[in-house]
C-alpha cells in the first residue's frame, strides 16, 4: 500500500493535521477517495507513531465500519492486521470496540463475518470483552460457513491474548471430540487455539484432548495440529516434559503416515531447545533405535536434526551414552547420503566436545574419530558438483562450521583440518571456494603461524588466480571478496596477491566491491591499504555526498597509517603527530560536507564518523603536548613555574578527552559492542595518561590494572610501569620520569587502532520521536509563545520509539525527560545589575508502554524585565540494563511573557 492522498513524508504536519485531513477524506461521498485515506493509515502510523494519532484513527474508522459498505469493511480489517503493533496505543479501548461490535448484530453474515475478524485482529483490545467473546461462542453455531469461518478466526487471535477463553474453547472442543456436535474443519481450526491455555487444569484437559487425538485414527491434519498443540504446551509447562516428549516417542514408533512423524520430529526439536535437561536416557535411547530401524532418509535426518540440538546443548554428553548409540552414530558418518553423514558428524562432534569441557578432560579416541569424521567430510565435499552443492549447501555448512569448532577446542589438530580444507582447492567450485574461503577465515585465528605457512599460503596463488579468472561468472565477485578476506587475515599482507584481486575488480568496475575490501582492511588495521582505496574510489564517483564520505574516510586512514613509523627511534614524533592531525581535521570537513538524506548514507554514522575523528585528533594534540612538555624539562630547570602550569594544562585536556569519549560512548546507543569497545579503549588510554603523569610527576600511587577498562596494550603498559617503580622503590629523578612518560605517550600513540564498525555498519536503528504542545501559531523563523503573567506554562510532550534491523543490541525500556529554561533579554532590554537569571529544571523519568510515553509539565516562568525564556527538552533513552543513553532529540521553543499584564488586570478591576 503506498502513500499517495496523505503525504506522511512532510515532517512539518502534526498529528492534528493528519486527523483533520482523514476525518475529510472518509467523509467523502467517492468510495475511492475512502479508501485511499484507508491505503494511507498504515504509512501514517509508521512515520508519525503516536498515541493520540493511532487513537482517533481508529475511532474515525469505527464510524466508517458502522455505515460503510462491505468492501470498506474489508479494506479496514485489511489496515487493523497490518497496524497490528500500533494497537497498545490506542487509548480509548473500550469506544473503538462498542463501535466496531455495533455490526455483530446486524442481519447481513458477511458484515458479521467482517466484524468477528476486525474484533480478532483488534485482540488486544478485545479478547477481555466478555460481550465479544459471548459472540464468537454464539457464531461459532452459526448455519453461514462465512460467518463460522470468521468465527473461528476471531476464537484463535482471542485465545492467543486470553488465557481463559482459550480453556473455554478446550472445553468446547473436547465435548465436540467425543460427540459429533463439532464438524471436523471446525475442529481442525479451533485445535491452534489449545496451545495458549494457561491454567493448570485447562492445560492438563488440553494435553489428554491431544493425546486422545493422537490415539484415534484421527485425520493427518488433525494429528498434526494436536502435535503442535502438545508441543507448545509441553514448553510452556515444562515440568511435564518427560511425560510429553514420552507421547510424541510413543507416537513417531507407532504412526506410519510420515507427515505426522516429521510434525513429531520438529516438535521434537523444539522440546529439546526449550529444555534439553529434562529429557531422560530413555528418550536418547527410543531415538537411537528409531534411527537404526528407519528405512526413510527423510525421517532419519529429521531425527539426527533433533539429536544435534540435543548433542550441542547441557546434556550433550549423555546421548552417546551406550556402545549402541556409539555405533550406530558411526556407521550413519559412512552413510552414502551426504546429508545424513553430515548430520551424524555434527551430533558426534557436539558430544565429543561437551565432554571436553570437563577440566581433567583429555582427547578421546572418539574425538579423535570425530575429526577424522571431518576431514574426510571435508574431502567429499571437494568431490561434489555444482548441483549437488547447490542441495547440499547447508550440509556442507554444518561440516565446516563443525571444523571451526573442533579446531579451536583443539588448536592442535587446527593444522590438520586447514590442510584438509586446502588439499581439495584445485577441483573446487566457485560456491565450493566461497564456502571453503569463509571457513578458512574462522579457522585461521585458531592456527599457528607455521601452519598457516605451512598449509594455507602455498594454495594462495591458486585461489586468487581462481577468483581473478572467475570474477564476472555467477558468484565470482563474492568469491573474490572472500578470498581478499582471507588474505587480509593473514600476517605478514600478500599485497601482491590483494593487488591482483583489486584490478580485477576495477577492470570490472565492481566499485561496491572495492569498497568492502577497503572497508575490511580498515576494520583489520591495514590502514594504507585501505586510504589507497577510498582515495581510488572518491574519484570513480560523481555523487557529492559519496565523495565527501569516502574522502573523508580516506584521510582518516591515512591519519592512522602515518601514526605506526612512531615507534622507530629515529622517527620525528611531533611531525608525525602534526601530520596524523593535519589529516584528521581533513577528515572532519570531509564528513561536515557530507550532508545526507534518507536515500544515501545513514547520517547517524557521519555524526558519529565526525566526532570520532575530531576526538581522536584531540587526543593526539594531548600527547603533542605533554610530549612537548617533556622535552622542554631538558633545556629548563625542572622546578619552573612554566612547566608546572603546563603540566596542569595537558592532565586537564587528556581528562577533557577523556570524558568526550566516554559522552560519545552514551550517545552511540545503535552502536555494535565492538564499536563501544574501541570507545572504552580511547577513555583508558586516556585515562592511563593522567595516572601515568600523576604517578611519575606527582608521586600518586598508580591504580591497579583494570583489564576490563581497556585493551592488552593499555594493561601490558600498567602493568610495565608498576613493575618498573617497583623495581626503583619509586626513587626516578625527575629528568627520568619524563622520559618515562616521554615513551608511554609514544607507545600510546604508535599502537594500532582499529576503527569503530560502527562509521561502515548500522545494524540497529532506533528512532525517537516526540510531539509538543502548545506549539507556535505563526509562520516565521522566531516563533515563540505567548504567554500570560498571571497564568503558568503547562507543556504536554508525547513520545514514541521506533527500533528495528538486522541485530538489536539493547532495547528502549525507560525515557528520561529533562526540561530546562533559561531567561533570555530582549534585545532592547538590559538585566539590572546584581538580577541573577533564574533558571527552571524539571526531569521525569517514564517506563515505556507500547513504545510509547507521553508527559507533562508546568513551568513557573517568573516574569520579570526579561520577557524571553529559551525552554529546552532534552531526551535520553534508558536501556534493560539500566544504563541511560543521550540517544534523543532535542527540541527548543521560546515563550514570550508580558511583565505588565499584572497592573494591566489591576487597574481594569479598579
Known amino acids: 500500500m503506498n502513500s499517495r492522498g496523505i503525504d506522511s513524508s512532510k515532517s512539518e504536519k502534526s498529528s492534528e493535521d493528519f486527523v483533520v485531513e482523514l476525518d475529510i477524506k472518509l467523509r467523502s461521498s467517492e468510495l475511492g477517495v475512502q479508501c485511499e485515506a484507508l491505503v494511507d493509515l498504515p504509512t501514517i502510523f509508521d512515520s508519525h507513531p503516536f498515541p493520540t494519532l493511532v487513537n482517533a484513527a481508529f475511532l474515525k474508522m469505527g464510524e466508517v465500519f458502522i455505515s460503510g459498505s462491505n468492501f470498506l469493511r474489508l479494506c479496514i480489517f485489511k489496515v487493523t492486521q497490518q497496524c497490528s503493533e500500533h494497537l497498545r496505543k490506542v487509548q480509548s479501548a473500550n469506544e473503538v470496540v462498542r463501535r466496531f461490535s455495533v455490526t455483530l448484530h446486524s442481519n447481513d453474515p458477511v458484515a458479521r463475518a467482517l466484524a468477528l475478524r476486525v474484533l480478532g485482529a483488534l485482540a488486544i483490545l478485545t479478547a477481555e470483552k466478555i460481550s465479544v467473546q459471548q459472540s464468537v461462542h454464539q457464531s461459532l453455531g452459526a448455519h453461514d460457513k462465512v460467518e463460522v469461518d470468521a468465527a473461528v478466526f476471531a476464537a484463535r487471535c482471542l485465545s492467543a491474548c486470553n488465557a481463559q477463553f482459550a480453556g473455554s474453547i478446550v472445553g468446547k472442543l473436547s465435548a465436540g471430540v467425543n460427540g459429533v456436535s463439532i464438524p471436523p474443519d471446525m475442529q481442525l481450526g479451533l485445535l491452534p487455539t489449545l496451545q495458549h491455555v494457561r491454567t493448570q487444569d485447562s492445560a492438563e484437559e488440553a494435553a489428554a484432548l491431544c493425546v486422545q487425538l493422537l490415539s484415534s485414527h484421527s485425520s493427518k491434519e488433525q494429528a498434526i495440529s494436536a502435535v503442535q498443540a502438545l508441543s507448545q504446551l509441553a514448553c510452556t509447562y515444562i515440568i511435564h516434559m518427560k511425560e510429553h516428549v514420552s507421547i510424541l516417542l510413543s507416537v513417531l514408533q507407532h504412526d506410519a503416515r510420515q507427515h505426522v512423524c516429521l510434525s513429531v520430529l520438529e516438535a521434537l526439536d523444539r522440546m529439546a531447545c526449550k529444555a534439553a535437561h529434562l529429557w531422560h536416557d530413555e528418550h536418547f535411547s527410543s531415538l537411537w533405535e528409531f534411527l537404526g530401524r528407519s528405512q526413510s532418509t527423510c525421517l532419519s535426518c529429521g531425527v539426527l536434526v533433533v539429536m544435534n540440538s540435543l548433542a550441542w546443548s547441557i546434556v550433550g554428553e549423555r546421548i552417546m551414552h551406550s556402545e549402541e548409540a556409539n555405533a550406530t552414530c558411526e556407521a550413519l558418518c559412512f552413510s552414502v547420503d551426504f546429508t545424513v553423514s553430515s548430520l551424524a558428524c555434527a551430533v558426534a562432534v557436539g558430544s565429543n566436545l561437551a565432554g571436553l569441557q570437563r577440566p581433567e578432560a583429555t582427547a578421546s579416541d572418539q574425538l579423535l574419530a570425530s575429526i577424522r569424521n571431518v576431514q574426510s567430510l571435508l574431502t567429499m565435499i571437494c568431490t561434489l558438483s555444482e548441483e549437488d552443492m547447490e542441495r547440499h549447501h547447508r550440509s556442507a555448512q554444518l561440516v565446516l562450521s563443525c571444523a571451526i569448532k573442533l579446531g579451536k577446542a583443539c588448536p592442535s589438530h587446527s593444522g590438520d583440518l586447514l590442510r584438509s580444507m586446502v588439499e581439495g582447492v584445485a577441483m573446487l567450485q566457485p560456491s565450493q571456494v566461497l564456502l571453503f574461503c569463509q571457513g578458512m577465515q574462522r579457522l585461521v585465528g585458531a592456527c599457528s603461524a607455521s601452519a598457516i605457512d605451512q598449509e594455507l599460503r602455498p594454495v594462495i596463488p591458486l585461489l586468487v588466480q581462481f577468483a581473478v579468472d572467475n570474477i564476472s561468472v555467477g558468484d565470482g565477485e563474492r568469491v573474490a571478496l572472500a578470498v581478499a578476506d582471507l588474505l587480509l587475515c593473514c600476517t605478514p599482507l600478500d599485497l601482491v596477491s590483494v593487488e591482483s584481486i583489486l584490478s580485477a575488480l576495477e577492470f570490472e568496475q565492481r566499485q561496491w566491491a572495492l569498497y568492502c575490501v577497503a572497508r575490511s582492511a580498515a576494520q583489520r588495521g591495514v590502514f594504507q591499504l585501505a586510504a589507497r582505496l577510498f582515495s581510488r574510489l572518491a574519484g570513480l564517483l560523481s555523487n557529492e555526498q559519496f565523495v565527501r564520505w569516502l574522502s573523508g574516510l580516506a584521510a582518516l586512514c591515512t591519519a592512522e597509517c602515518s601514526l605506526e613509523p612512531a615507534a622507530e ?246 525515557v528520561h525527560i529533562r526540561v530546562t529554561s533559561t531567561h533570555e533579554p530582549e534585545p532592547d532590554a538590559a538585566r539590572p545589575v546584581g538580577t541573577p537569571a533564574r533558571n527552571v529544571a524539571l526531569v521525569k523519568s517514564i517506563k515505556l508502554e507500547s513504545d510509547s510515553f507521553a508527559a507533562e509539565f508546568v513551568l513557573n516562568l517568573v516574569p520579570d524585565v526579561q520577557a524571553l525564556h529559551q525552554v529546552v527538552i532534552e531526551v535520553s533513552v534508558g536501556d534493560t540494563d539500566g544504563i541511560v543513553w543521550t540517544t534523543g532529540p532535542r527540541r527548543s521553543m521560546k515563550v514570550k511573557i508580558d511583565p505588565l499584564a499584572p497592573a494591566v488586570a489591576r487597574r481594569e478591576a479598579m
Open 569 to 814: 627511534a629515529s622517527a620525528d614524533v611531533f611531525s608525525i603527530l602534526s601530520a596524523s592531525n593535519a589529516f584528521l581535521f581533513k577528515a572532519v570537513s570531509h564528513f561536515s560536507i557530507s550532508k545526507t538524506d534518507k536515500e544515501s548514507i545513514d547520517n547517524e554514522r557521519v555524526l558519529f564518523a565526525k566526532q570520532y575523528c575530531y576526538l581522536r585528533s584531540e587526543m593526539l594534540s594531548c600527547a603533542r603536548r605533554l610530549l612537548s612538555t617533556c622535552c622542554a624539562v631538558k633545556g629548563a630547570p625542572v622546578h619552573n613555574s612554566g612547566i608546572h602550569s603546563e603540566m596542569a594544562k595537558c592532565l586537564a585536556s587528556i581528562q577533557d578527552a577523556s570524558r568526550a569519549f566516554s559522552d560519545l560512548y552514551r550517545s552511540a546507543f545503535n552502536a555494535d559492542p565492538k564499536t563501544l569497545l574501541c570507545l572504552r579503549q580511547l577513555a583508558a588510554s586516556c585515562d592511563f595518561l593522567v595516572d601515568c603523569c600523576n604517578s611519575l610527576y606527582q608521586g600518586a600511587e598508580l591504580r591497579p590494572v583494570q583489564s576490563s577498562a581497556g585493551d592488552d596494550h593499555v594493561a601490558m603498559l600498567r602493568s610495565a610501569l608498576s613493575q618498573k617503580l617497583a623495581s626503583t622503590n619509586g626513587q626516578l629523578s625527575e629528568e627520568d620520569c619524563f622520559a618515562c612518560m616521554s615513551d608511554v605517550v609514544v607507545k600510546l600513540v604508535s599502537s594500532t587502532t582499529r576503527l569503530p564498525p560502527f562509521i561502515f555498519n548500522n545494524h540497529q536503528g532506533t528512532r525517537v520521536q516526540v510531539a509538543l504542545w502548545p506549539t507556535p501559531t505563526t509562520g516565521t523563523g522566531d516563533d515563540h509563545i505567548p504567554l500570560d503573567a498571571r497564568t503558568q506554562l503547562v507543556m504536554r510532550l508525547e513520545g514514541a520509539v521506533q527500533q528495528e534491523g538486522s541485530v538489536l543490541y539493547r532495547r528502549v525500556e525507560m
